[in-house]
């Protein structure tokens, strides 16, 4: 992305690109770690609360790579907000239900501005100049809080998708699969580096994206 800026110099769309990213960064990865706080605050562990974390102030949940990684490639994350299971009545629903806030954020989002964007579309097409821009920044944000939710929703540790299946899991395999989770991180990261998971979280964030943009888009009559 800032090579891009560089190469091409500052177009209105690479323009655009970048303030959406940096709206991710400063506003969507802040809510999706809110999220998590809350909902683990309101089920009875005030961990993350104590910790500073119930807050969409931004400075409490960037993390340096993962800001990085927004800016250069599109793709990062914020600090994982600290969580106890044993202070939930039920540890194992607790954590399911917490790690599903963030994700359902960000399918939230997306859906609020893909409804801009329809809306957009249904009031000024063609869309030309500034309106066009709009559009294109509500596309981008949309597009990445899908990513974002798709990626965190897979049934791996440490993402989100691992602590809402392993509701489904025995004890004794989640707690085995546990034991590994700091080299299956590793194994994550190495999938990302090398673009394994490109074609799968594409595949299903469009599908997704596909899907609310019908739902959004039915007051329109599209």
Same mark, same amino acid.
């Given at each position: 992305?800032?090579?891009? =800026?560089?190469?091409? !110099?500052?177009?209105?769309?690479?323009?655009?690109?970048?303030?959406?990213?940096?709206?991710?960064?400063?506003?969507?990865?802040?809510?999706?770690?809110? *999220?998590?706080?809350?909902?683990?605050?309101?089920?009875?562990?005030?961990?993350?609360?104590?910790?500073?974390?119930?807050?969409?102030?931004?400075?409490?949940?960037?993390?340096?790579?993962?800001?990085?990684?927004?800016?250069?490639?599109?793709?990062? @994350? *914020?600090?994982?907000?600290?969580?106890?299971?044993?202070?939930?009545?039920?540890?194992? *629903? !607790?954590?399911?239900?917490?790690?599903?806030?963030?994700?359902? #954020?960000?399918?939230?989002?997306?859906?609020?501005?893909?409804?801009?964007?329809?809306?957009?579309? @249904?009031?000024?097409?063609?869309?030309? !100049?500034?309106?066009?821009?709009?559009?294109?920044?509500?596309?981008?944000?949309?597009?990445?809080?899908?990513?974002?939710?798709?990626?965190?929703?897979?049934?791996?540790?440490?993402?989100?998708?691992?602590?809402? $299946?392993?509701?489904?899991?025995?004890?004794?395999?989640?707690?085995?699969?546990?034991? @590994?989770?700091? @080299?299956?991180?590793?194994?994550?990261?190495?999938?990302?580096?090398?673009? $394994?998971?490109?074609?799968?979280?594409? $595949?299903? #964030? #469009? $599908?997704?994206?596909?899907?609310?943009?019908? =739902?959004?888009?039915?007051?329109?009559?599209?």
């Amino acid at each position: 992305m800032i090579y891009d =800026l560089f190469k091409d !110099g500052f177009t209105p769309e690479l323009v655009v690109n970048l303030l959406a990213r940096l709206f991710v960064l400063f506003c969507v990865l802040p809510i999706h770690e809110f *999220a998590h706080a809350l909902i683990a605050t309101k089920l009875g562990d005030k961990t993350a609360k104590l910790g500073g974390r119930l807050t969409i102030n931004p400075l409490a949940h960037l993390d340096l790579m993962g800001t990085l990684m927004i800016l250069l490639v599109g793709f990062g @994350y *914020a600090k994982p907000v600290p969580v106890n299971p044993r202070n939930f009545r039920k540890p194992k *629903a !607790g954590m399911a239900i917490t790690a599903a806030a963030g994700p359902l #954020s960000n399918l939230l989002m997306a859906v609020i501005y893909l409804f801009f964007y329809c809306l957009i579309f @249904y009031l000024a097409q063609p869309a030309e !100049g500034f309106l066009y821009l709009l559009m294109r920044f509500c596309s981008i944000v949309a597009q990445i809080n899908v990513s974002l939710a798709v990626f965190n929703l897979l049934p791996v540790p440490p993402l989100d998708g691992s602590r809402i $299946w392993a509701i489904f899991l025995p004890d004794k395999a989640y707690y085995k699969i546990m034991q @590994y989770e700091r @080299y299956i991180v590793l194994i994550v990261f190495a999938a990302l580096l090398f673009g $394994w998971l490109d074609k799968p979280i594409l $595949w299903l #964030s #469009s $599908w997704v994206i596909n899907l609310i943009l019908r =739902l959004v888009s039915l007051p329109f009559g599209f």
